[in-house]
């Protein structure tokens, strides 16, 4: 059965989920074409001292606007169609359906988080590849008016440059990337389970159970930036305690990463206490009404 809810689970989101990846395809189009004008292939050559913005570059900075508006609409606008959907499907006359059905409230909440978070980690991703694609974009048409030899640049220098500033920064490039990642591929899951646990306390109010869910949602988020902010501010003292004493170099690693790392594991413990949260409410069978 639990097969069976995932299937179910799925084909209902991926309707949405199909058409906003579709969207992104039409929107990375969109802005590699935006750097195809003119004005972008004469960007620090010669000839942009005399040159005259014509039609199609007021178009194409337009259109880049439109694409960052877009880009933003649809991360939000993913979220919002994932609370909506689960309210709809958990705690209105559609809930009385789902309640009936033969799973446990470990398998429905869990269905929906796993199914939900996939599809909010596929758009990520999707998002991603399309803004380095943009970004390449703008690139390649600069630099092909300055006539630039990728060849010939010296990466051995470039990277030796990368290490000095690591080593005077206290900055470790690789362990942030791999931070970033690890964010990116466990940040749907915890945001959506977040989002089912607010709707789910929600539901205990008497009325305007939707209105109270996001206003759980509110806090919750306003707690974990709370605690991140004041474990940054313990870290910057602590920076900021090593120059006093004379060290040679700002430890950007200890600044930053400590922020970054406790926002990841404040959102788990968060996302976890609320999932079993929202197990707890639905083994309550709480007024659907």
């Known amino acids: 059965m639990l097969k069976t809810l995932i299937k179910h689970e799925w084909k209902s989101v991926s309707k949405v989920g199909i058409l906003l990846s579709l969207a992104m395809v039409v929107l990375t189009f969109l802005g590699w074409l935006a750097f195809q004008t003119p004005m972008w292939k004469s960007m620090y050559s010669d000839e942009m001292a005399d040159y005259t ?111 000095m500033v690591e080593a005077e920064m206290g900055f470790n490039l690789g362990r942030f990337l791999l931070t970033m990642i690890l964010l990116m591929v466990i940040g749907p899951f915890t945001m959506v389970a977040i989002v089912m646990g607010c709707i789910s306390l929600g539901q205990l109010a008497k009325s305007n159970k939707g209105l109270m869910g996001f206003v759980w949602y509110i806090a919750v988020n306003m707690i974990i930036s709370i605690i991140a902010y004041i474990v940054q501010m313990i870290s910057y003292v602590g920076v900021m305690d090593e120059l006093l004493a004379g060290s040679s170099y700002m430890n950007l690693d200890s600044f930053y990463m400590a922020s970054i790392d406790s926002t990841i594991v404040l959102t788990a413990i968060a996302s976890v206490i609320l999932y079993f949260v929202a197990v707890w409410i639905n083994k309550k069978k709480i007024n659907l009404v």
Not at 141 to 153: E, I, M, N, P, Q
């Open 53 to 163: 913005m014509h039609f199609a570059d007021i178009m194409s900075i337009l259109m880049l606007l439109g694409y960052f508006l877009a880009i933003i609409a649809i991360s939000y606008g993913f979220i919002i169609y994932v609370a909506i959907h689960m309210y709809r499907k958990m705690y209105t006359d559609q809930g009385y359906l789902t309640h009936t059905l033969p799973v446990s409230a470990h398998q429905l909440v869990g269905s929906k988080i796993l199914v939900n978070g996939i599809w909010y980690l596929i758009i990520d991703i999707l998002m991603l590849i399309s803004m380095f694609v943009v970004v390449v974009s703008l690139l390649f048409t600069v630099f092909k008016g300055l006539d630039v030899d990728f060849s010939a640049l010296p990466w051995n220098e470039i990277k030796e440059g990368i290490a």
